[in-house]
């Protein structure tokens, strides 16, 4: 068996700088067409300058593969048209972080208040640039994606035109919330469709399988999975990929972060394969984040064939997900 992808997209990725986006940055590349390259460098990506460094950065290690790296800036309040008039024709999306929530998201936005917030964000409505949250409280940590649903809320009332994407979202009230409002959208990670709390820490402690948001319950996998399963078209596969070494997960104060990036395809064909939904997937990782995005993808085909394949046990310094594992898929060939 096998199926032929058009362009996958991965519209979350997390690619580091220096020796670690040579490691992980031809893993990405290899299979996906283009992705949303995440900001959250120290420090973060936030002026054009930076922008388009850090894009020449990713072009230098992924050259011949035919990737489009879609670069993002870190969301600042002091963003105002005429610089994101500029900016525009660099990006593709701002990332908003609240303050201190995940890696590298100190210098982020302290209050999110609509009205504080407004001079940037009505001039990426009437620019079009769509805003990206990673939307968590400081809450309980099983409760902070539900308590930042009110913030999604009052954003997408006060903003009707601008495009807001619930980044990795893990819960069914945001699964619900998505359908509220026309300009509310998702990406969707792979481990959070295959894993639950039970997983991370229902048994041995399992570092590799620690992210934010955290995996929550079978009740909330399973919206995810029906909308997903389903390519419902205000979802999108975004992997949140997020390398750490080895040794920043498997120590006492472990990072955040799954790294999906070297096994996300084959993976999501497995799932979708086993699930009777192998004809969602184009859409799920590509039409619909080209119809969201208003994107259109260069040209990329990536067959993948239903046969066992053992995950390497470290890509560099990182472990990917299903380390020394067999997967019961692979990629076949990519043409350009
Ligand atoms: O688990 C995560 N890791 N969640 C994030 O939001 C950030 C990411 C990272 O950059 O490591
Ligand atoms: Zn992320």
């Known amino acids: 068996m096998q199926i032929t992808l058009h362009a996958p997209l991965d519209m979350h990725l997390h690619l580091r700088d220096g020796k670690m986006l040579k490691t992980v940055a031809p893993l990405s590349a290899k299979s996906f067409a283009a992705a949303i390259i995440m900001p959250n460098l120290v420090p973060p990506v936030s002026t054009i300058e930076e922008v388009v460094a850090y894009k020449k950065r990713i072009l230098a290690v992924t050259e011949d593969e035919g990737f489009e790296p879609l670069m993002t800036l870190f969301f600042k309040d002091t963003y105002d048209f005429a610089f994101l008039q500029k900016a525009k024709k660099h990006i593709h999306a701002i990332k908003l972080y609240p303050a201190g929530i995940t890696t590298n998201s100190e210098g982020g936005v302290s209050t999110i208040d609509s009205d504080a ?44 035109k601008l ?109 979708f394969e086993e699930e009777g939904k192998l004809e ?7 039409d619909n984040a080209q119809k969201i995005y208003a994107y259109t993808s260069p040209k990329k085909e990536v067959t993948l064939e239903k046969k066992p394949f053992l995950v390497p046990k470290t890509h560099g310094t990182v472990v990917p997900m299903y380390a020394d594992q067999e997967i019961a898929w692979r990629i076949k060939s990519v043409s350009l």
């Open 117 to 160: 917030l407004a001079t940037t964000l009505q001039a990426m409505s009437d620019l079009d640039i769509p805003l990206l949250i990673h939307g968590e409280s400081n809450g309980f940590v099983m409760d902070r994606e539900k308590e930042f649903i009110p913030v999604y809320e009052e954003l997408s009332q006060k903003f009707p």
């Open 163 to 271: 495009t807001i994407i619930m980044e990795h979202i893990t819960t069914k009230d945001s699964v619900e919330a998505l359908h509220r409002y026309p300009n509310l959208y998702a990406t969707i990670t792979l481990h959070h469709l295959l894993i639950t709390l039970d997983d991370v820490a229902g048994g041995m402690l399992q570092p590799h399988l620690f992210c934010k948001p955290i995996a929550k319950r079978p009740e909330d996998q399973k919206a995810l999975l029906e909308v997903a399963l389903n390519a419902h078209p205000k979802v999108m596969f975004g992997s949140d990929s997020a390398p750490h070494p080895q040794s920043a997960k498997e120590s006492c104060g472990c990072a955040a972060g799954v790294f999906t990036a070297p096994i996300a395809l084959p993976v999501l064909a497995q799932l």
């Open 280 to 286: 969602n997937l184009q859409a799920f990782v590509s």
